[in-house]
């Protein structure tokens, strides 16, 4: 019953973890619309195995990785915000009917789609200290005390949490596809692409501006 309690928790965290829609999700719904419920919802399993790696090390891992991820914070800031600058960018400038074109030859590959965000997802360690946050929510220890099969019921639940909330959003978007015309997948390509672009754009900046506080303070 114990291990069930911890699956339990593990779905509830890995749900709620998800929920922000940050450039993840823009390129989840954007991909939903342009291409196909599959490659939204496998871009979104994507993000949920990333998260899943992050919470494993928010669980099991902390005290090694944490050091790493403080000493080299700066650097992961700045290759995550230009993966995802790349990404608005490659989006932005997508000819919708040509992705259409594609779709319908079958020669989208989803392994790439699955690829990319998982990539993406891994530049941005932040995410474990959101865990942490939603571990101590909960009632779940981050310090090691765990016992291993305990943790991974828990951590299990965190993946079937994430991929939930990923399948329930593509879907309620799948819903509207039909709707969409290429001329509006344009103009969705065009929104999707500059706002990721803007939001890697303020990852970077973000550091920028820590510095510039720093120095002010000192």
């Known amino acids: ?17 998800s929920i922000p829609l940050g450039p993840v999700g823009m390129v989840c719904i954007q991909r939903t619309l342009c291409r196909s419920h599959r490659s939204g919802f496998l871009s979104g399993v994507a993000a949920a195995t990333a998260d899943t790696i992050f919470a494993t090390i928010a669980l099991f891992f902390l005290s090694v990785v944490l050091t790493f991820v403080q000493r080299h914070i700066d650097i992961l800031k700045v290759l995550g915000g230009i993966c995802v600058i ?13 992705q259409i074109r594609r779709n319908r030859a079958n020669k989208g590959s989803l392994w790439s789609d699955y690829l990319s965000v998982f990539l993406i997802t891994l530049t941005n360690p ?7 946050a939603l571990f ?22 965190v993946f079937v949490g994430a991929s939930f909330w990923w399948l329930a959003l593509t879907s309620g978007v799948s819903l509207f596809r039909r709707r969409f015309r290429p001329r509006h997948m344009l103009y969705l390509n065009r929104i999707s692409g500059a706002l990721i672009v803007v939001l890697g754009a303020a990852a970077i900046l973000s550091l920028f501006i820590n510095i510039s506080v720093d120095q002010m303070i000192h």
């Open 1 to 17: 019953m114990e291990w069930l309690t911890f699956l339990a928790k593990g779905i509830l965290i890995g749900f709620v973890a």
């Open 86 to 98: 790349i990404m608005g960018v490659n989006i932005f400038l997508k000819n919708p009917v040509v």
């Open 126 to 132: 932040a995410f474990i200290l959101m865990f942490i």
């Open 136 to 157: 101590a929510t909960f009632g779940v220890s981050s310090e090691g005390d765990v016992p291993y099969f305990m943790g991974a019921g828990l951590i299990g639940g």
